[in-house]
Each structure stands twice: as structure tokens, then as C-alpha cells.
């Protein structure tokens, strides 16, 4: 499942962070997850830190753990694993909240990003081939986005490597560009700390379809990118739809009241036990859009440490998706699926993104 695969890197969830003034570490969270690099930092900064990552999806099967296909036709992140008989525990629960269907972008809900977006605004996944990551645009152009430019290395431990893209994405016809101002950062591997430098970009563009070009840190980029337009965007949603309990096994929770007020807490080996406050609104507010801008500080349990900057805000997106958790008893559709919340955050080279599944 190519699509599947294309999401392996969202779940860069929680992975290691390097303490600060330290090197990049690396291995597995206690999940078995991959390790991605996420170090923060200013331009001048210590480093810092990483999230997880998981590499290569396993095709949808029976209810194992939650082993979870995404639901999503446009391809995306990587299968979540819930450990110790969660995903037993999660379909006896909420059995009412599996669904037969998922949204798709030529039968769009009425008000959802699809049916009245400009066709650039949402969520996009990379194409089949292309490296694992994710991308959100906003109405204005906003770009924020991560690939995982190379995986884990299981011999030697190394997280991975990342490229985090940030700045504004410009549409004239057929064709886009990064405007001035964007950059892109290198995070993970062997880098000791971040490494920032102007981006560039262009290519065609077909909208709420597919996109694709080349990118890069000079003038003359060769970096190729597609992504298509995740099937999330045809999804008409309201601030109550991110309202409730969302978790990815023991590595993240989170509870959204239905004013947006977010409280929630990451727990890893390696980024040590953070605590997230603030808030997850509709991005544009009375619209059915499915877009919601996050804003979230973290801090300290006590106790326990953090890896995380405490003194730094992390910006970014979510959306509502969905989350295939297998078949009743075969590896072949019709898939049952539940609601998941996919986000990402960001403050200079200091990042995580995560898809969660509804409690």
C-alpha cells in the first residue's frame, strides 16, 4: 500500500529529544517506535530535541494492538501501534464512534475545506515513492511541513533526518513557488544542532488534487516533491469536532474542550515527561473548514523532566482524519475506522507532529 507508506513519517510522535548542549540520541522509544530527530533551537541555540517516527506501515489486518491503515485515500502518516491489547480495549468502548466510510474529495461535504477552499488550504500527503512526511497550507498561503529525508539507522541507533519547511506558498494559475521569506531546516542525523537556510521552490499545480516540483536551499533546487490532497479536506467540521479525549497509546494525550482549550501531556524515554497547554481552534471560524491552528506551551511535571522548551509557544495545524483499525478478520476492505486527530507544531527547529485516535 503505497499510500500507506507515503504517511510512515507522521508519526514523527514524541521521540528523543538531546538534552540540551548534547548530541542527537537515537534507538526506539518504549513504544519500539523509531526515533526522529526534533532539536530545538533558534538560529543560535543549544540543541535539543526529536519525535518518533515510524517507517514503514503494515498493511491493515485484523485488530491487533490497533494496528491502524490509514483510513485516508490520499495516502498520509504511518500506522499506529497501540500496545497491550489498547485496540481491544478502545473497539469494546467505542464501537459507536467505527465508521464504513471515509470522506472523499469528488463527493465532498457540503462547507468542507474541498467544497469551498481555494484549493490549496488543508492537508496534503505525500505522493506513493516520495519521502514520508505531511504538509499543511492555510488560506493566506501559510506553509508549514516536514519529509523524513532518511530513515533510522538500525545498526548504529542514529535518529532520523529531517527537513522542516516553513514560510508562504504562492499559486498563480498552474504553477507555485515558495515565496521569499520561507526557509527550510535540517534537523536529526548526525546534526548537532538545527541548520536554517532560505528555501526555494516551484512547480505545477492542480487544485485540491496534486502538486509536485523541486525544492531545495539554493537557487537552483533539485529536491523533487508531490503530494496529493488528503481526502480530510472534503470532511465539513465545527469546533466540537476536536472537542474530547484524544491519545496515542501511553506516548501522548490530550483533552480539547469545546472552546479549544487544550491540555495534555507526552511521555518517551527520550523526551522525558512534558506537560502541553493551550489551545486547538477552528482555524476559520463559522466556516465547516478542516483546519484548526494549535498554540502550545509546555512544561514540567513535577517530578519528572522535560525535554521540550518550556519558555517557547509551538505554533501549527491539525486536522480531523481517520483511522482505519483493521478488518474483522481478514486483511482485505471493507476496513472499520475511527476518528484521529493528525498535528503538528513547530518553533524554529524544535518540532512534533502526531496523529491520535479518539478515546
Known amino acids: 500500500m503505497n499510500a500507506l507508506f507515503a504517511r510512515a513519517a507522521l508519526l514523527a510522535l514524541l521521540t528523543s529529544l538531546a538534552s540540551c548542549g548534547g548530541g542527537g540520541g537515537g534507538g526506539s522509544d518504549a513504544s519500539g517506535l523509531p526515533v526522529a530527530q526534533q532539536q530545538p533551537s533558534p538560529?543560535?541555540?543549544?540543541?535539543?530535541?526529536?519525535?518518533?517516527?515510524?517507517?514503514?506501515?503494515?498493511?491493515?489486518?485484523?485488530?491487533?494492538?490497533?494496528?491502524?491503515?490509514?483510513?485516508?485515500?490520499?495516502?498520509?502518516?504511518?500506522p499506529l501501534r497501540a500496545q497491550g491489547g489498547t485496540g481491544f480495549a478502545l473497539l469494546s468502548r467505542r464501537i459507536s464512534e467505527l465508521h464504513g466510510e471515509t470522506p472523499a474529495n469528488d463527493k465532498p461535504d457540503p462547507g468542507s475545506t474541498t467544497a469551498i477552499g481555494s484549493?490549496?488550504?488543508?492537508?496534503?500527503?505525500?505522493?506513493?515513492?516520495?519521502?514520508?512526511?505531511?504538509?499543511?497550507?492555510?488560506?493566506?498561503?501559510?506553509?508549514?511541513?516536514?519529509?523524513?529525508?532518511?530513515?533510522?539507522?538500525?545498526?548504529?541507533?542514529?535518529?532520523?533526518?529531517?527537513?522542516?519547511?516553513?514560510?508562504?506558498?504562492?499559486?498563480?494559475?498552474?504553477?507555485?513557488?515558495?515565496?521569499?521569506g520561507s526557509n527550510?531546516?535540517?534537523?536529526?542525523?548526525?546534526?548537532?544542532?538545527?541548520?536554517?537556510?532560505?528555501l526555494f521552490g516551484s512547480g505545477t499545480f492542480t487544485p485540491a488534487r496534486h502538486f509536485e516540483?523541486?525544492?531545495?536551499?539554493?537557487?537552483?533546487?533539485?529536491?523533487?516533491?508531490?503530494?496529493?490532497?488528503?481526502?480530510?479536506?472534503?470532511?465539513?467540521?465545527?469546533?466540537?469536532?476536536?472537542?474530547?479525549?484524544?491519545?496515542?497509546d501511553s506516548l501522548f494525550s490530550a483533552t480539547i474542550a469545546p472552546n479549544g482549550d487544550f491540555s495534555g501531556r507526552v511521555s518517551t524515554r527520550d523526551v522525558g515527561t512534558c506537560l502541553l497547554q493551550g489551545t486547538a481552534v477552528q482555524t476559520y471560524a463559522g466556516t465547516a473548514k478542516n483546519l484548526y491552528t494549535v498554540k502550545l506551551t509546555p512544561s514540567v511535571e513535577p517530578g519528572r523532566g522535560c525535554g521540550l522548551q518550556t519558555d517557547w509557544v509551538y505554533e501549527g495545524f491539525a486536522s480531523i482524519t481517520t483511522t482505519a483499525v483493521g478488518a474483522a478478520s481478514t486483511n482485505s476492505p471493507p476496513y472499520w475506522y475511527v476518528r484521529s486527530i493528525t498535528l503538528m507544531v513547530r518553533k524554529y527547529g524544535s518540532w512534533f507532529a502526531v496523529e491520535a485516535i479518539k478515546r
Do not use: C
Not at 50 to 78: F, R
Not at 137 to 144: E, P, R
Not at 184 to 198: A, D, K, Q
Not at 218 to 246: E, F, K, L, M
Open 43 to 78: 538560529p543560535a541555540a543549544a540543541s535539543s530535541a526529536p519525535l518518533a517516527a515510524s517507517e514503514k506501515p503494515d498493511d491493515p489486518g485484523p485488530v491487533q494492538g490497533l494496528v491502524a491503515a490509514q483510513a485516508d485515500n490520499a495516502g498520509g502518516i504511518s
Open 184 to 198: 527550510i531546516t535540517f534537523t536529526g542525523g548526525s546534526l548537532p544542532v538545527p541548520m536554517n537556510t532560505v
Open 119 to 180: 484549493g490549496t488550504e488543508g492537508l496534503w500527503y505525500p505522493s506513493a515513492g516520495m519521502r514520508p512526511g505531511i504538509a499543511f497550507i492555510d488560506a493566506a498561503g501559510k506553509y508549514l511541513a516536514y519529509e523524513q529525508s532518511s530513515p533510522v539507522d538500525p545498526d548504529t541507533g542514529r535518529a532520523a533526518r529531517y527537513s522542516l519547511y516553513g514560510g508562504a506558498w504562492a499559486v498563480s494559475g498552474s504553477t507555485w513557488t515558495f515565496a521569499p
Open 213 to 248: 516540483g523541486l525544492t531545495g536551499a539554493s537557487t537552483a533546487p533539485n529536491t523533487p516533491i508531490a503530494y496529493n490532497y488528503a481526502s480530510a479536506n472534503a470532511r465539513a467540521v465545527s469546533q466540537a469536532d476536536i472537542a474530547g479525549s484524544w491519545f496515542h
